[in-house]
């Protein structure tokens, strides 16, 4: 921005300033100066400019790979002297940040010294640590001395440098790169570059892959630091597609047994960008929240590789639902998001799918070729002059000798003399005594050869577009056999998992100790638990005149339906009930049950199970458990039921067949097949009356039979054929029991 660029627009007649226009036109130029100049990466070499002067300045100190380190303070020393004019610190972030390995896929910089760590501590000062480039940074720069990109002036003039480097390799895509910019941010995941050197070799032969295609070679991102990917594969293709979308990143974890049946979590690998230390102060916060009751405790015995020690509560503590609940939770789970935000041939942001940037980095890598052919074209003509010039010499050795010993201006006689060009008469004129032996003449003749048939060569590659992309084919090959999955950098970290199929009330009950109780509700509608399955529920104490009505096993996790005579449905989670040795509470102090209204029965939600619902006049249907669960402390309608009709029969429907039993002792047998299916209604006539209801129902499987209980305990059990003079249609009126039959008319007894 030039100083001309600073001064308001100013009317010339009122000599008013107009606020307005000045503060668009500076802040279009601070927004265009962040994006170019500060948070989009080049997609040709994934740089931004502050990693692109430093990789530069790293070169002219010939900080190469096979040389030694340098004092860090003397690199950024350099950048913010020459090329980067900003604060040194935020240059040695940068710096920093291409040598951290849990930071980036593929370092840029071989750092010596403390460079920080996955916890979030902070490197040391730039004046403790030492530097170098990484083989990648120097296949970046590689041909940069040959013409290969355009430089332009730095800042004050006074020094050039590269506007992009040749990079010799996927650095956009293999790195990734985040930034925030005015009004667009870009956010680009990290890549294995085995798999983006196949993908990159069948774009060069296809064209117009689509990105289906090219997922066969990516199938996702591979991050530093591992961890499992659980997004679906339709996901990850219309984010790839589009540029713009996420990856859900899970935490590698195994269950390591300590004895007599305990065990303990491990996580080995995190998400990619989480801190460490900050996952496990959230988790010990939420352990205090006491919002992990399945957990307790977490232990970090991290050395140079992760290790959390997450311990559960007991041995009965599920694992993989613990491991749910902490996904849900803490950044053991987390998001990766993609935004393929980048500078088109660095002037122009774009959203690009993942096949155009990795089309971008092939074309460039195409111009970068040409270009040092045509550079290497240009060394041989002006050798070839200079070998020609020689040649001539020493053809006429004794003439050339006389010539420079005698003539006062020698290079202009040589010139004319021999038809030699100024270069060439220049050349012989420096030439030493020492190169006039014979076989100097031999290795001039065998050179120029060489350099003719090279010259051949490059003429030829460049007038072939299909040897150029065979040029570069070979390059990658190269590239991908460096990186490889047979070697440590090259093997892919990051696998893929579908997450599991959990369901709400699985992640609900994770938040709760299991444990078994027995819940008992008392006739005037009390209810408490009782510790373990093995309470004597007759046994308990009740308010004078009450007495027991419903006992029922179940789990803390569990929750419980509860059906009244107006036909609704409640739930209430176990854990949730009040325990002790007392009377309990008012179950309707937690229910709002109409006036008037009883509970007709308890029972335990299973998830897939179906329930038969029967009014006391005989009309009933069919219904899923999932849709009895009432959100509400007002339930769910479920049963319709008006006047003096009431809720009478809930029984558990696992079966093919039907008994009825009315209060005019009955029974009717019929298939459940005639029964419809329903989340709520009035039902249909299961049994004729003339006068009196529905006494009990019950559903059987034919094969075993039908069976029932009396108040002895004896059971009793009739096959359908001997029941067969009882089955009928759905609404007959039946006929007598058998004997046997409870006089009670039920079939528990």
Request: hydrophobic share 40%; net charge neutral.
């Amino acid at each position: 921005m030039s100083d001309n660029d600073l001064v308001a627009p100013i009317d010339k007649e009122t000599g008013v300033i107009d606020l307005k226009k000045a503060l668009e036109e500076r802040y279009l130029s601070y927004a265009l100066s962040t994006i170019t100049q500060r948070a989009l990466p080049d997609v040709r070499d994934g740089l931004k400019p502050v990693h692109r002067r430093i990789l530069h300045a790293m070169r002219l100190l010939k900080l190469d790979p096979s040389q030694g380190y340098k004092q860090s303070a003397r690199i950024i020393g350099d950048v913010i002297g020459k090329y980067h004019p900003h604060g040194e610190q935020s240059v040695y972030d940068a710096l920093v940040r291409l040598a951290q390995d849990f930071a980036v896929r593929y370092p840029l910089v071989d750092g010596q010294g403390n460079f920080g760590n996955i916890d979030g501590d902070s490197a040391a000062a730039m004046r403790y640590t030492e530097s170098r480039m990484t083989d990648v940074a120097a296949r970046l720069m590689e041909g940069i001395n040959e013409d290969a990109v355009d430089f332009k002036d730095t800042y004050d003039g006074e020094d050039n440098e590269p506007i992009v480097v040749p990079a010799n390799f996927p650095n956009l895509l293999a790195n990734g790169s985040s930034g925030i910019a005015v009004g667009m941010a870009t956010s680009i995941p990290p890549h294995n570059v085995y798999e983006l050197c196949n993908a990159a070799l069948y774009l060069i032969n296809h064209p117009n892959a689509s990105i289906s295609e090219i997922m066969k070679f990516i199938p996702g991102p591979d991050f530093p630091t591992g961890g499992i990917i659980v997004e679906d594969e339709a996901s990850i293709e219309q984010a790839y597609k589009t540029g713009r979308g996420g990856f859900r990143v899970r935490s590698r974890w195994e269950i390591e047994e300590t004895g007599r049946g305990l065990y303990q979590i491990i996580v080995t690998e995190i998400p990619y960008g989480v801190q460490k230390s900050r996952l496990i102060e959230k988790i010990a916060d939420l352990l205090l929240a006491k919002k992990l009751p399945l957990l307790k405790d977490v232990r970090d015995e991290s050395t140079e590789f992760v290790r959390l020690v997450l311990e559960p509560k007991n041995r009965a503590v599920d694992a993989k639902i613990l491991m749910e609940s902490l996904f849900k939770l803490t950044d053991l789970e987390n998001r990766i998001s993609l935004n393929l935000n980048v500078l088109d041939m660095g002037k122009v942001p774009k959203v690009m799918s993942i096949v155009e940037a990795l089309g971008a980095w092939l074309k460039h890598r195409k111009v970068v070729l040409v270009r040092r052919s045509n550079f290497r074209l240009r060394q041989i003509k002006h050798r070839l002059e200079l070998l020609g010039g020689y040649l001539i010499a020493y053809l006429n050795i004794d003439a050339v000798i006389r010539i420079i010993r005698f003539e006062d201006e020698p290079k202009a006689e040589l010139i004319s003399q021999f038809s030699l060009s100024d270069v060439q008469a220049e050349a012989v004129l420096n030439m030493r005594l020492r190169s006039l032996r014979k076989l100097e003449e031999f290795e001039i003749k065998k050179e120029h050869d060489a350099l003719t048939l090279e010259q051949e060569q490059l003429n030829s590659l460049l007038a072939s577009d299909k040897k150029q992309w065979g040029v570069i084919t070979n390059e990658i090959e190269k590239l991908k056999l460096d990186y490889s999955p047979s070697t440590a950098t090259g093997k892919r970290r990051t696998s893929f998992e579908k997450a599991p199929l959990t369901s709400e009330i699985d992640l609900v009950s994770a938040m709760i100790e299991k444990e078994p109780i027995t819940i008992i509700l008392s006739e005037k509608g009390w209810i408490k638990t009782m510790k373990g399955h093995n309470a004597d529920a007759n046994a308990q104490a009740f308010k004078s005149g009450d007495e027991l009505k419903i006992a029922i096993k179940c789990e803390t996790t569990d929750k419980i339906l509860l059906l009244s005579t107006g036909g609704k449905v409640f739930t209430l989670s176990a854990d949730k009930l009040p325990s002790g040795r007392g009377h309990g509470e008012p179950v309707r102090i937690m229910l709002d049950i109409e006036e008037g209204h009883d509970i007709v029965d308890m029972f335990v939600y299973k998830a897939g199970a179906k329930r038969l619902l029967a009014s006391d006049i005989g009309n009933g249907f069919i219904v899923p458990e999932s849709a009895l669960i009432a959100n509400t402390k007002k339930g769910k309608q479920v049963l319709n039921v008006s006047g003096v009709i009431e809720a009478k029969i809930c029984v558990t429907a696992v079966g093919d067949h039907i008994a009825i039993i009315g209060k005019n002792r009955k029974l009717l047998v019929f298939p459940v097949v005639q029964l419809p299916e329903m989340n709520r209604g009035k039902g249909v006539r299961l049994q004729k009356y003339k006068d009196g209801g529905i006494s009990d129902a019950r559903i059987f499987a034919s094969n075993k039979g039908l069976s029932w209980s009396d108040s002895s305990g004896r059971t009793y059990v009739r096959t359908m054929e001997e029941l067969r003079d009882w089955i009928g249609e759905r609404a007959q009126a039946g006929r007598q029991p058998p004997t046997g039959f409870p006089k009670n008319n039920r079939f528990n007894g």
